[in-house]
């Protein structure tokens, strides 16, 4: 809603908005639309994820392993 309304204001292009992991989605486009996603920067970590933890990922959550994910994995 934020990168509507910034482009609805015409604050962008002139004004990048940074963010984190979120903002690398794909579904913020299709939420944003693409005119107003142009120009946002998103920070991500991520990188090899070791095997042990995909499966428990896989078995507690019965879903693919996501990089936010580790934000919420417990022992």
């Known amino acids: 809603m934020i990168l509507k309304q910034a482009k609805e204001l015409g604050i962008?292009?002139?004004?990048?908005?940074?963010?984190?992991?979120?903002?690398?989605?794909?579904?913020?486009?299709s939420l944003s639309g693409p005119e107003a996603a142009e120009g946002t920067y998103a920070l991500t970590i991520w990188g090899a994820v070791p095997a042990d933890f995909e499966k428990k990922v896989k078995t507690q959550f019965n879903a693919p392993m996501h990089y936010a994910i580790i934000f919420g994995m417990t022992r």
């Open 12 to 29: 962008t292009p002139k004004m990048k908005f940074i963010g984190s992991e979120e903002m690398g989605e794909m579904e913020l486009i």
